[in-house]
Protein backbone atom coordinates (compact mmCIF):
# COMPACT_ATOMS: atom_id res chain seq x y z
CA UNK A 1 0.00 0.00 0.00
CA UNK A 2 1.18 3.67 -1.05
CA UNK A 3 1.92 5.78 1.89
CA UNK A 4 -0.06 8.90 2.26
CA UNK A 5 1.95 11.99 1.66
CA UNK A 6 2.16 14.30 4.81
CA UNK A 7 0.83 17.75 4.92
CA UNK A 8 3.06 20.17 6.79
CA UNK A 9 1.13 22.84 7.95
CA UNK A 10 3.46 25.65 9.53
CA UNK A 11 1.50 28.47 12.09
CA UNK A 12 4.25 31.19 11.34
CA UNK A 13 3.09 33.87 14.88
CA UNK A 14 -0.15 32.92 16.26
CA UNK A 15 -1.44 35.20 18.94
CA UNK A 16 -0.20 33.94 21.91
CA UNK A 17 3.70 34.00 22.23
CA UNK A 18 5.07 38.40 22.96
CA UNK A 19 8.10 39.67 21.79
CA UNK A 20 10.00 39.07 24.54
CA UNK A 21 9.83 35.39 24.66
CA UNK A 22 11.93 35.46 21.38
CA UNK A 23 13.45 37.70 18.85
CA UNK A 24 12.45 35.35 16.25
CA UNK A 25 8.88 35.55 16.45
CA UNK A 26 7.43 37.34 12.88
CA UNK A 27 6.15 40.89 14.19
CA UNK A 28 5.66 43.15 10.81
CA UNK A 29 4.31 42.42 8.03
CA UNK A 30 7.37 42.10 6.21
CA UNK A 31 8.78 39.31 8.66
CA UNK A 32 5.58 37.18 8.59
CA UNK A 33 5.59 37.17 4.82
CA UNK A 34 9.03 36.37 5.10
CA UNK A 35 8.26 33.80 7.68
CA UNK A 36 5.48 32.25 5.22
CA UNK A 37 7.75 32.06 2.20
CA UNK A 38 10.63 30.32 3.55
CA UNK A 39 8.49 27.75 5.74
CA UNK A 40 6.81 26.77 1.76
CA UNK A 41 10.23 26.46 0.62
CA UNK A 42 11.13 24.02 3.14
CA UNK A 43 8.56 22.29 2.97
CA UNK A 44 5.11 23.66 4.12
CA UNK A 45 2.17 22.59 1.86
CA UNK A 46 -0.53 25.20 4.32
CA UNK A 47 0.96 28.47 6.17
CA UNK A 48 -1.51 29.12 8.80
CA UNK A 49 -1.63 33.44 9.88
CA UNK A 50 -2.26 35.57 12.40
CA UNK A 51 -1.36 39.49 12.33
CA UNK A 52 0.24 41.78 14.66
CA UNK A 53 0.65 45.21 15.61
CA UNK A 54 4.05 45.89 13.49
CA UNK A 55 4.85 48.50 16.63
CA UNK A 56 4.47 46.79 19.84
CA UNK A 57 3.91 43.04 18.49
CA UNK A 58 0.02 42.44 20.21
CA UNK A 59 -2.12 40.24 18.41
CA UNK A 60 -4.55 42.45 15.53
CA UNK A 61 -7.29 41.09 13.66
CA UNK A 62 -7.79 44.34 11.52
CA UNK A 63 -8.06 43.05 7.98
CA UNK A 64 -5.38 46.08 7.24
CA UNK A 65 -2.89 44.25 9.27
CA UNK A 66 -3.29 40.92 7.09
CA UNK A 67 -3.61 42.59 3.77
CA UNK A 68 -0.20 43.51 2.95
CA UNK A 69 1.30 39.95 3.58
CA UNK A 70 -1.69 38.16 2.60
CA UNK A 71 -0.87 40.07 -1.10
CA UNK A 72 2.90 39.43 -1.07
CA UNK A 73 2.82 35.50 -0.32
CA UNK A 74 -0.04 35.36 -3.11
CA UNK A 75 2.32 36.41 -5.11
CA UNK A 76 5.69 34.75 -4.24
CA UNK A 77 4.29 31.27 -3.68
CA UNK A 78 1.85 28.75 -4.37
CA UNK A 79 1.45 27.75 -0.57
CA UNK A 80 -2.71 27.03 0.92
CA UNK A 81 -2.85 30.39 3.08
CA UNK A 82 -5.01 29.13 6.34
CA UNK A 83 -6.34 32.81 7.87
CA UNK A 84 -7.02 32.30 11.91
CA UNK A 85 -10.58 32.93 13.49
CA UNK A 86 -8.83 32.04 16.84
CA UNK A 87 -7.03 35.58 16.70
CA UNK A 88 -6.62 36.17 20.70
CA UNK A 89 -8.13 34.84 23.33
CA UNK A 90 -8.89 38.50 24.51
CA UNK A 91 -10.90 39.02 21.43
CA UNK A 92 -14.36 38.60 20.38
CA UNK A 93 -15.60 36.34 18.10
CA UNK A 94 -16.87 38.52 15.28
CA UNK A 95 -13.37 40.35 16.09
CA UNK A 96 -11.51 36.89 15.01
CA UNK A 97 -13.79 36.15 12.36
CA UNK A 98 -13.03 39.33 10.33
CA UNK A 99 -10.20 38.57 8.47
CA UNK A 100 -11.60 35.19 7.09
CA UNK A 101 -14.42 36.96 6.18
CA UNK A 102 -12.98 39.80 4.51
CA UNK A 103 -10.87 38.07 2.39
CA UNK A 104 -12.30 34.33 2.16
CA UNK A 105 -9.60 32.30 2.03
CA UNK A 106 -9.06 28.67 1.24
CA UNK A 107 -9.14 27.46 4.80
CA UNK A 108 -9.54 28.88 8.19
CA UNK A 109 -9.06 27.93 11.65
CA UNK A 110 -11.78 27.03 13.69
CA UNK A 111 -11.84 26.30 17.31
CA UNK A 112 -14.27 23.63 18.27
CA UNK A 113 -15.41 24.60 22.39
CA UNK A 114 -15.03 27.39 25.03
CA UNK A 115 -12.17 26.90 27.47
CA UNK A 116 -9.42 27.81 29.80
CA UNK A 117 -5.88 28.73 28.15
CA UNK A 118 -3.87 28.97 30.69
CA UNK A 119 -0.11 30.16 29.54
CA UNK A 120 0.29 32.49 33.09
CA UNK A 121 3.29 30.16 33.83
CA UNK A 122 5.92 31.45 31.11
CA UNK A 123 5.78 34.54 33.62
CA UNK A 124 8.12 32.40 35.78
CA UNK A 125 10.59 32.16 32.90
CA UNK A 126 10.67 35.97 31.78
CA UNK A 127 12.40 38.40 33.67
CA UNK A 128 12.34 41.87 31.22
CA UNK A 129 9.38 42.70 29.25
CA UNK A 130 10.07 44.95 25.80
CA UNK A 131 6.28 45.92 26.21
CA UNK A 132 4.13 47.14 29.04
CA UNK A 133 1.14 44.90 27.61
CA UNK A 134 2.60 41.73 27.62
CA UNK A 135 2.83 40.83 31.61
CA UNK A 136 -0.88 41.58 31.90
CA UNK A 137 -1.80 39.72 28.73
CA UNK A 138 0.15 36.60 30.25
CA UNK A 139 -1.02 36.92 33.60
CA UNK A 140 -4.86 37.25 32.31
CA UNK A 141 -4.68 33.90 31.09
CA UNK A 142 -5.27 33.01 34.46
CA UNK A 143 -8.35 34.19 34.84
CA UNK A 144 -9.69 34.76 31.25
CA UNK A 145 -11.82 32.24 28.72
CA UNK A 146 -11.15 31.35 25.30
CA UNK A 147 -14.66 31.64 24.54
CA UNK A 148 -16.21 29.43 21.40
CA UNK A 149 -20.24 28.51 22.07
CA UNK A 150 -22.24 26.42 19.74
CA UNK A 151 -23.72 29.77 18.84
CA UNK A 152 -20.31 31.61 17.59
CA UNK A 153 -18.99 28.24 15.81
CA UNK A 154 -22.27 28.04 14.13
CA UNK A 155 -21.80 31.89 12.91
CA UNK A 156 -18.11 31.00 11.89
CA UNK A 157 -19.03 27.84 9.91
CA UNK A 158 -22.02 30.09 8.25
CA UNK A 159 -20.06 33.11 7.82
CA UNK A 160 -16.84 31.02 5.85
CA UNK A 161 -19.08 28.18 4.09
CA UNK A 162 -20.99 31.05 2.02
CA UNK A 163 -17.79 31.41 0.10
CA UNK A 164 -16.48 28.30 -0.11
CA UNK A 165 -13.88 28.62 2.28
CA UNK A 166 -12.98 25.08 4.31
CA UNK A 167 -11.68 24.48 7.88
CA UNK A 168 -8.83 23.36 9.93
CA UNK A 169 -10.92 22.22 12.89
CA UNK A 170 -8.88 22.89 15.90
CA UNK A 171 -9.61 20.24 18.25
CA UNK A 172 -7.78 20.65 21.97
CA UNK A 173 -9.60 17.88 23.67
CA UNK A 174 -11.91 14.91 23.40
CA UNK A 175 -15.20 17.02 23.61
CA UNK A 176 -14.59 18.91 20.66
CA UNK A 177 -14.64 16.51 18.21
CA UNK A 178 -18.28 15.45 19.47
CA UNK A 179 -18.75 19.24 19.04
CA UNK A 180 -17.30 18.90 15.37
CA UNK A 181 -19.67 14.80 15.33
CA UNK A 182 -22.68 17.47 16.41
CA UNK A 183 -21.98 20.30 13.16
CA UNK A 184 -21.83 17.31 10.77
CA UNK A 185 -24.82 15.72 11.93
CA UNK A 186 -26.42 18.84 11.53
CA UNK A 187 -25.11 19.69 7.62
CA UNK A 188 -22.89 22.74 8.67
CA UNK A 189 -19.42 21.10 7.30
CA UNK A 190 -18.63 18.47 5.18
CA UNK A 191 -16.45 16.12 4.22
CA UNK A 192 -13.42 15.67 3.55
CA UNK A 193 -12.51 17.27 7.58
CA UNK A 194 -9.40 18.08 8.68
CA UNK A 195 -8.88 18.03 12.17
CA UNK A 196 -6.05 19.27 13.95
CA UNK A 197 -5.71 17.90 17.39
CA UNK A 198 -3.88 20.44 19.59
CA UNK A 199 -1.96 18.45 22.55
CA UNK A 200 -0.33 20.33 25.79
CA UNK A 201 -2.33 23.22 26.38
CA UNK A 202 -2.54 24.26 30.21
CA UNK A 203 -6.40 24.00 29.74
CA UNK A 204 -6.77 21.35 26.88
CA UNK A 205 -5.86 17.21 26.75
CA UNK A 206 -2.42 16.42 27.41
CA UNK A 207 -0.09 15.66 25.19
CA UNK A 208 1.07 11.90 26.93
CA UNK A 209 0.94 9.14 23.89
CA UNK A 210 -1.87 7.50 25.43
CA UNK A 211 -3.32 11.46 25.14
CA UNK A 212 -2.66 11.57 21.05
CA UNK A 213 -3.61 7.62 20.28
CA UNK A 214 -7.06 8.41 22.27
CA UNK A 215 -7.83 11.47 20.62
CA UNK A 216 -6.60 9.40 17.29
CA UNK A 217 -9.11 6.52 17.89
CA UNK A 218 -12.13 8.56 18.74
CA UNK A 219 -11.73 11.13 15.27
CA UNK A 220 -11.27 7.58 13.67
CA UNK A 221 -14.92 6.03 15.30
CA UNK A 222 -16.25 9.21 14.53
CA UNK A 223 -15.17 10.41 11.10
CA UNK A 224 -13.61 7.37 9.69
CA UNK A 225 -12.39 7.93 6.14
CA UNK A 226 -14.07 11.69 5.74
CA UNK A 227 -11.21 13.14 8.01
CA UNK A 228 -7.55 13.76 7.35
CA UNK A 229 -5.97 13.88 10.67
CA UNK A 230 -3.22 16.79 11.52
CA UNK A 231 -1.33 17.77 15.29
CA UNK A 232 0.45 19.99 17.01
CA UNK A 233 2.11 19.87 20.06
CA UNK A 234 2.93 23.21 22.16
CA UNK A 235 6.16 23.91 23.37
CA UNK A 236 8.21 21.10 23.84
CA UNK A 237 6.01 18.26 22.67
CA UNK A 238 6.22 19.78 19.45
CA UNK A 239 8.44 16.92 18.04
CA UNK A 240 7.50 14.26 19.97
CA UNK A 241 3.75 14.73 18.76
CA UNK A 242 4.53 15.52 15.74
CA UNK A 243 6.56 11.97 15.83
CA UNK A 244 3.33 9.69 16.54
CA UNK A 245 1.01 11.16 14.36
CA UNK A 246 3.25 9.93 11.56
CA UNK A 247 3.48 6.40 13.04
CA UNK A 248 -0.87 6.32 13.40
CA UNK A 249 -0.87 7.89 9.96
CA UNK A 250 -1.47 11.47 10.52
CA UNK A 251 -0.04 14.64 9.19
CA UNK A 252 1.56 17.75 11.33
CA UNK A 253 1.54 21.44 12.48
CA UNK A 254 4.52 23.24 13.39
CA UNK A 255 5.55 26.95 13.60
CA UNK A 256 6.59 29.39 15.74
CA UNK A 257 2.82 29.92 17.21
CA UNK A 258 2.91 26.52 18.57
CA UNK A 259 6.75 26.32 19.62
CA UNK A 260 9.67 28.69 19.81
CA UNK A 261 12.14 26.12 20.19
CA UNK A 262 14.40 23.75 17.85
CA UNK A 263 15.71 21.72 20.51
CA UNK A 264 15.62 21.39 23.77
CA UNK A 265 16.89 24.78 25.33
CA UNK A 266 17.97 26.44 21.91
CA UNK A 267 15.09 29.05 20.20
CA UNK A 268 14.60 28.01 16.76
CA UNK A 269 15.36 30.84 14.40
CA UNK A 270 12.76 30.94 11.89
CA UNK A 271 9.72 28.75 11.32
CA UNK A 272 11.42 27.33 8.53
CA UNK A 273 13.97 25.74 10.42
CA UNK A 274 11.36 24.00 12.63
CA UNK A 275 9.96 22.89 9.24
CA UNK A 276 12.89 21.25 8.12
CA UNK A 277 13.00 19.45 11.40
CA UNK A 278 9.59 18.13 10.32
CA UNK A 279 10.15 17.20 7.02
CA UNK A 280 13.77 15.34 7.53
CA UNK A 281 11.53 13.38 10.87
CA UNK A 282 8.66 12.41 7.90
CA UNK A 283 11.36 11.72 4.80
CA UNK A 284 13.45 9.62 7.74
CA UNK A 285 10.07 7.20 7.85
CA UNK A 286 9.69 6.95 4.54
CA UNK A 287 7.29 9.65 3.68
CA UNK A 288 6.94 11.72 1.21
CA UNK A 289 5.54 15.39 1.38
CA UNK A 290 2.72 16.96 -0.20
CA UNK A 291 3.06 19.89 -1.94
CA UNK A 292 0.48 22.78 -1.94
CA UNK A 293 -1.61 21.57 -4.59
CA UNK A 294 -1.68 18.39 -3.32
CA UNK A 295 -2.85 19.37 -0.09
CA UNK A 296 -5.87 21.30 -2.10
CA UNK A 297 -6.79 17.90 -3.62
CA UNK A 298 -6.71 15.78 -0.33
CA UNK A 299 -8.59 18.75 1.43
CA UNK A 300 -10.97 19.57 -1.25
CA UNK A 301 -9.88 23.37 -1.66
CA UNK A 302 -11.62 25.95 -3.55
CA UNK A 303 -8.09 27.09 -5.21
CA UNK A 304 -6.33 30.11 -4.46
CA UNK A 305 -7.66 31.83 -7.20
CA UNK A 306 -11.35 32.02 -5.37
CA UNK A 307 -10.31 34.42 -2.55
CA UNK A 308 -10.30 37.90 -2.33
CA UNK A 309 -6.70 38.85 -1.97
Known amino acids: MTKPKIIITCAVTGGIHTPSMSPHLPITAEEIATAALEAREAGAAIVHLHARDPETGRPDQSPDRFEPFLKVIKQRSDVVINITTGGSPQMSV ?130 GDDYHWSVLGAGRHQMPVALQSLLLGGNMRVGLEDSLFANRGELATSNAQQVRIARELAESLGFEIATPDEARAMLNLKGADRVEF
Open 94 to 223: EERLRPAATFQPEIASLNMGTMNFGFYPILDKIEDFKFDWEEDFIEGSRSRIFHNSFAEIEHVLRTCSASGTRFEVECYDIGHLYTLHHFVGRGLIEPPFFVQSVFGILGGIGAHPEDVAHMRRTADRLF
